[in-house]
C-alpha cells in the first residue's frame, strides 16, 4: 500500500475505514434537509389524453400508463389517480417532497433508516463490525428499495430512482462505499426530478461516488498522475457516453479537472484539497468537448459538471434512458417522443421533472409503449403491492433479510452490481433459464411466507388457492408491464 | 474431446503484474513504487516472470502446460470497460449481439442441442460471449436448478439452499401454457428454456465431491467449484465460463501482496484445482485490456490497452508465445498490443472446438500462428 505523504494525506480504503469509525457520522442524516423539487411537471402539450375519457381503450391506456409511474396499479391508486386525473397525479408526484411524513408507510420508513447503526465502531473496524456494516447497509437499501416501491405513496420517484441509480450507479462491493450507499440513496431521492446539472454535482462531491471510482486519492500536484477512473466514467457512463466525442486525451484531462476533489479525514465529508489540483495540461490551453477550464479550482469542475449535463449527447443518452424505461425498451433515440423529451430536459433547464411528465402523458404514449419484463426488484414490489398486506415496521429486519436472500439468487440486489454501468434495462438481459428459475423460486418462497412478516394473501388476487395464487404471479400478466 | 474453460477477468486485469518484465527498464521507472522485484517473480524466460501468488501456474509452466501471450489485445481497441469487453466478446466482429462461443454453439447445434453445451457459473445471465444461440445457460451453481422455496442465510456467501417441498403444486407445464402467444419474446423464449432445463434436472445431477477445500477460499473459489460440479455432472457440457471481478485495479493495487495479490491468488488456486480434477479440459484466461504502465498517484493503475492472455491444460504448448515488444515504445502509455487476441481466439476455436468453419466464429487476422495448441 502507498504510504501517506509528508504533506497529504493518501486516503486509502483501509485508512479510510478508519475515518469512518472515527467520524461516527450516521449515514443518510448528512444529506440536506428540505430540498424540494423545483419543477412541477406541467408541459402545455398532450395532457387531455388520458384518464380524462371513459371507455374501456382509455381505461387500458390510463392502466398502462400508471403502471410505469408506478410498481404496479391497486385499487387504492387506482381511485386515487381516477379522481384527479393522471397529469394532475403525475405533477403531484413530482411536486412533493422528497419525503413523505404522511400515511402509513412514515412508520415504516422510521424503521427501515433505523436499521442504521449510529456508528460502526470505534477505531479500526473489527472484522465483526464490517460485517455488522454490511449487514445493516445492504439491509437498509434492501428494504428502503423494496419495501418503498411496494408501499410509499410517492410511487414516480421511486421508479425515477430505479433508473437513476443504474445510470449513477455505485456498487456496494466495497467496505467504505458500504457505509456511505444509503445516504447516497438517499441523495437520489431527493434530487430525482430536479436539475440534472444539480445531481451531477451532488453525486460527483459524494463520499460514496469518490470512493467508488477512487477520486478522494486522485491527486496531480508535482509529478503526481491522477487517477483517472472518474473522470473516464464521468463521460462514458454518467453524461456523453461512449460516443459523445471525447478522446483519450480529454480523459486525462476530465481526471486533471477533478484532482483535489476528496474527502476530510477528520469529517469523511467532501472537502477540496487546492494542494492536490492541478490542471495539468488543460492550464496551457486546450479544451475538453469544448469546455476550457478558468483555473478557479474546485469551481471548474462545477463549471465542468454544469457542461456536461447541458451537452446534447447528454440530454439525448438520458432522455433516451428514460423513454426506454418508462415506454419501451425497444424506443429509437430518434423517436419522436424522446426528441420532444430532450427538447423539454433543454427548455427546463436540465430537469428531469417535466422530461418524465413527458414520456408519460404525451399522446405517442399508447402506439410507443411496448411491453417489457418486470426486472426482479420490480417483479418483487408489484407482488407486494398486489398481494401483500403492509409490513410491520417491527419485522423490517427480518424483512430486509429475506428480501435480500431472494433478489441475491435473481441479481438484483439494489446497488449490488459489480460493475460501474448498473444493471441492464433489456428484458434479454434478465430471461436466462436460470434467472427465470430463480425468479418462480423466489416467488414460492414469498408465496409460502418465506419471507416473515410478507405474508401473501391469495383472497387478494380474487382467489382461495395458494397454487392457484402462484400461477397467476407466474404469469406474463403479473411478470410483464 | 477437450472441452473448453473460459476464465474471464473482469475489469481490465494489469498484464505487467501478471506476466512482468521485471529486468525492464522502463518498467522499474515508470513503477517506482509498484513494481515487482525480479527476485520475487516465476521466471518463465528471462525476460518475463509469473507473479508470486501464481505458485500454482509456475508449475504448469515448468511442466511445459502454460502458455503465456504478453502484449495480447486488440489493434486499436478502446480503454473503455464495456467497449473492450463487447469486442473481444464478440470476438472482434460485429453480429448484433452475438458472441464468438455463441456462434460456434449455434452452428454446432443440431442433435445435441442443449442448454447445457455452455454453462456460465456464478451468474443468473448469459455471458455476451456465450450469446446467439440457446445452447448456454447461466446459473449460480447446478444445486440452483430446481423448485423449491429458497432457504438462504444472511452471510454474503452462505448457500442458497432450495427446499423442494415448497413446490408441491407448482406445475411448470400450466406456467408454459399461460406464456405461449404472451408478446415479449425474450421472456416466452426464457420461460421454455426454463421448462426444459427444469425437466434435464429430473433426472439428477452428479453429487459435488463434497470436499471443496482444494479451491480455496472466497468468491472465486465457490465459483470455480460450482465450475467443476457443472464438468463432473453428466450433462455433455462443452464449455465452461468463469467470469471474475474485482480487477479494475485503478487504487492501491499492491505487489506482492495487496488487492490484486489475492486476486491472483484465487485465480491460481481456481484454475489449478480446475485442471487437476480434469485432465480433459484446456483453460483460456483473458481480461478486455491491460493497464497503464505508469503507476498514478493513488498506487494503482489506469486503463491501458495491451494485456495478457493464458492457456492451459489438455494439448497446450508451454511458453511465451507471440511477440513481447518491450516497453521502450508506448502506445499512449500503454503495452501496444501487438499480440491479436483474434488470433487466440481462432486457435482456440479450430483446435479445441474443432468448428467447422472458423471464419464464422472468428475473422481471420493477418500475421503468424500463435501456436498455442498441439
Given at each position: 500500500m502507498t504510504a501517506a505523504g509528508r504533506d497529504g494525506w493518501h486516503l486509502s480504503r483501509r485508512q479510510l475505514l478508519q475515518t469512518i469509525a472515527l467520524a461516527g457520522i450516521a449515514a443518510g442524516c448528512s444529506s440536506t434537509e428540505g430540498a424540494s423539487p423545483r419543477a412541477s411537471g406541467s408541459s402545455s402539450t398532450t395532457r387531455s389524453g388520458p384518464g380524462a375519457g371513459g371507455g374501456a381503450d382509455s381505461d387500458a391506456d390510463l392502466r398502462l400508463r400508471i403502471e410505469r409511474a408506478s410498481f404496479g396499479v391497486t385499487p387504492t391508486l387506482w381511485k386515487e389517480v381516477s379522481s384527479v386525473g393522471f397529469a394532475t397525479w403525475l405533477d403531484r408526484q413530482i411536486a412533493s417532497a422528497?419525503?413523505?411524513?404522511?400515511?402509513?408507510?412514515?412508520?415504516?420508513?422510521?424503521?427501515?433508516?433505523?436499521?442504521?447503526?449510529?456508528?460502526?465502531?470505534?477505531?479500526?473496524?473489527?472484522?465483526?463490525?464490517?460485517?455488522?456494516?454490511?449487514?445493516?447497509?445492504?439491509?437498509?437499501?434492501?428494504?428502503?428499495?423494496?419495501?418503498g416501491a411496494a408501499y410509499a405513496p410517492d410511487q414516480l420517484r421511486q421508479r425515477m430512482v430505479d433508473v437513476l441509480a443504474d445510470r449513477l450507479h455505485v456498487s456496494s462491493s466495497g467496505v467504505p462505499e458500504l457505509y456511505f450507499l444509503p445516504s447516497y440513496d438517499r441523495m437520489l431521492r431527493e434530487n430525482a426530478f430536479g436539475r440534472f446539472a444539480d445531481l451531477l454535482v451532488e453525486m460527483a462531491s459524494h463520499p460514496a461516488m469518490l470512493l467508488s471510482l477512487d477520486n478522494a486519492a486522485s491527486r496531480?500536484?508535482?509529478?503526481?498522475?491522477?487517477?483517472?477512473?472518474?473522470?473516464?466514467?464521468?463521460?462514458e457512463l454518467h453524461t456523453v457516453g461512449v460516443d459523445g466525442g471525447y478522446d483519450e486525451t480529454d480523459?486525462?484531462?476530465?481526471?486533471?479537472?477533478?484532482?483535489?476533489?476528496?474527502?476530510?479525514?477528520?469529517?469523511?465529508?467532501?472537502?477540496?484539497?487546492?494542494?492536490?489540483?492541478?490542471?495539468?495540461?488543460?492550464?496551457?490551453?486546450?479544451?475538453?468537448?469544448?469546455?476550457?477550464p478558468k483555473g478557479r479550482g474546485e469551481a471548474d469542475g462545477k463549471d465542468f459538471l454544469e457542461y456536461l449535463a447541458r451537452h446534447p449527447a447528454t440530454a439525448e443518452r438520458l432522455v433516451h434512458l428514460l423513454a426506454r424505461?418508462?415506454?419501451?425498451?425497444?424506443?429509437?433515440?430518434?423517436?419522436?417522443?424522446?426528441?420532444?423529451a430532450v427538447d423539454i430536459y433543454d427548455e427546463q433547464d436540465t430537469r428531469l421533472g417535466p422530461v418524465v411528465a413527458h414520456l408519460l402523458t404525451s399522446d405517442r404514449f399508447p402506439a410507443a409503449a411496448t411491453k417489457m419484463l418486470r426486472r426482479p426488484i420490480d417483479m418483487v414490489a408489484t407482488t407486494l403491492r398486489r398481494a401483500a398486506a403492509e409490513p410491520k415496521p417491527d419485522d423490517v429486519e427480518s424483512i430486509a433479510g429475506g428480501l435480500f436472500g431472494v433478489l441475491r439468487v435473481m441479481g438484483q440486489v439494489p446497488y449490488a452490481w459489480p460493475a460501474p454501468d448498473g444493471y441492464p434495462t433489456p428484458s434479454a438481459a434478465w430471461s436466462n433459464a436460470g434467472a427465470v428459475i430463480s425468479r418462480w423460486n423466489s416467488l414460492i418462497t414469498l408465496a409460502h411466507d418465506g419471507v416473515p412478516g410478507l405474508a401473501l394473501d391469495p383472497r387478494r388476487i380474487d382467489t382461495s388457492d395458494r397454487d392457484q395464487m402462484l400461477l397467476t404471479l407466474c404469469s406474463p400478466d403479473l411478470q410483464l408491464v | 474431446m477437450t472441452r473448453l474453460a473460459i476464465v474471464f477477468l473482469r475489469g481490465g486485469a494489469d498484464g505487467l503484474s501478471l506476466v512482468a518484465p521485471v529486468n525492464d527498464a522502463d518498467y522499474r521507472r515508470l513503477r517506482p513504487t509498484q513494481a515487482l522485484a525480479a527476485s520475487a517473480v516465476h521466471d518463465l524466460d528471462g525476460t518475463l516472470g509469473l507473479h508470486p501468488s501464481f505458485e500454482r501456474l509456475a508449475g504448469f509452466a515448468a511442466d511445459g502446460t502454460l502458455a503465456v501471450v504478453p502484449a495480447a489485445g486488440y489493434a486499436g481497441q478502446t480503454r473503455s470497460h464495456f467497449q473492450a469487453q463487447a469486442a473481444l466478446e464478440a470476438g472482434g466482429t460485429s453480429t448484433g449481439g452475438t458472441g464468438w462461443i455463441g456462434r460456434h454453439l449455434a452452428a454446432t447445434a443440431g442433435s445435441k442441442s442443449s442448454p447445457f453445451r455452455a454453462v456460465a457459473v456464478g451468474t443468473v445471465s448469459i455471458p455476451p460471449t456465450l450469446r446467439g444461440t440457446n445452447d448456454a445457460l447461466g446459473v449460480p451453481d447446478l444445486s440452483s436448478i430446481g423448485l423449491g422455496t429458497l432457504r438462504t442465510g444472511r452471510g454474503r456467501k452462505s448457500r442458497v439452499r432450495i427446499d423442494r417441498s415448497g413446490a408441491e403444486g407448482f406445475d411448470t407445464a400450466t406456467v408454459l401454457k399461460a406464456w405461449s402467444g404472451a408478446p415479449l419474446e425474450p421472456a416466452v423464449a426464457g420461460v421454455t428454456a426454463a421448462t426444459a432445463v427444469l425437466d434435464r434436472s429430473e433426472t439428477g445431477f452428479a453429487?459435488?465431491?463434497?470436499?471443496?477445500?482444494?479451491?480455496?477460499?472466497?468468491?472465486?473459489?465457490?465459483?470455480?467449484?460450482?465450475?467443476?460440479q457443472v464438468l463432473d455432472a453428466d450433462l455433455d457440457t462443452e464449455v465452461l465460463m468463469i467470469n471474475l471481478g474485482g480487477w479494475d485495479t485503478h487504487d492501491a493495487q499492491g505487489t506482492t501482496d495487496g488487492a490484486l495479490a489475492e486476486l491472483i491468488a484465487g485465480l491460481d488456486r481456481g484454475v489449478g484445482a480446475l485442471l487437476d480434477r480434469h485432465d480433459d479440459l484446456c483453460v483460456v484466461i483473458m481480461s478486455e485490456f491491460g493497464r497503464r504502465v505508469a503507476e498514478n498517484a493513488s498506487g494503482g493503475f489506469d486503463h491501458g490497452t495491451g494485456g495478457v492472455a493464458m492457456v492451459l491444460g489438455a494439448g497446450v504448448r508451454g511458453g511465451v508465445h507471440g511477440e513481447w515488444p518491450g516497453l521502450a515504445t508506448l502506445d499512449q502509455g500503454d503495452v501496444p498490443?501487438?499480440?491479436?487476441?483474434?488470433?487466440?481466439?481462432?486457435?482456440?476455436?479450430?483446435?479445441?472446438?474443432?468448428?467447422?468453419?472458423?471464419?464464422?466464429?472468428?475473422?481471420?487476422?493477418?500475421?503468424?500462428?500463435?501456436?498455442?495448441v498441439a
Open positions: 422528497p419525503k413523505q411524513a404522511e400515511g402509513s408507510f412514515a412508520e415504516l420508513d422510521g424503521a427501515i433508516d433505523a436499521i442504521l447503526p449510529e456508528r460502526p465502531g470505534g477505531g479500526r473496524l473489527a472484522k465483526e463490525d464490517k460485517a455488522e456494516l454490511r449487514r445493516a447497509s445492504v439491509g437498509v437499501l434492501t428494504a428502503r428499495t423494496v419495501l496531480a500536484d508535482g509529478t503526481n498522475r491522477p487517477n483517472e477512473n472518474f473522470g473516464r466514467e464521468l463521460m480523459v486525462v484531462e476530465a481526471a486533471h479537472v477533478f484532482s483535489g476533489w476528496s474527502l476530510d479525514r477528520r469529517t469523511a465529508e467532501f472537502t477540496f484539497k487546492p494542494e492536490w489540483h492541478s490542471l495539468g495540461p488543460l492550464a496551457e490551453g486546450g479544451d475538453i468537448l469544448g469546455w476550457k424505461r418508462f415506454v419501451s425498451e425497444e424506443i429509437a433515440a430518434d423517436h419522436p417522443l424522446v426528441k420532444e | 453429487e459435488s465431491s463434497g470436499d471443496d477445500s482444494d479451491f480455496g477460499t472466497g468468491e472465486a473459489a465457490e465459483v470455480f467449484a460450482a465450475g467443476s498490443a501487438t499480440n491479436d487476441l483474434r488470433a487466440l481466439q481462432a486457435e482456440i476455436a479450430e483446435k479445441v472446438l474443432h468448428t467447422p468453419k472458423v471464419s464464422d466464429v472468428v475473422p481471420k487476422v493477418a500475421g503468424p500462428t500463435l501456436d498455442l
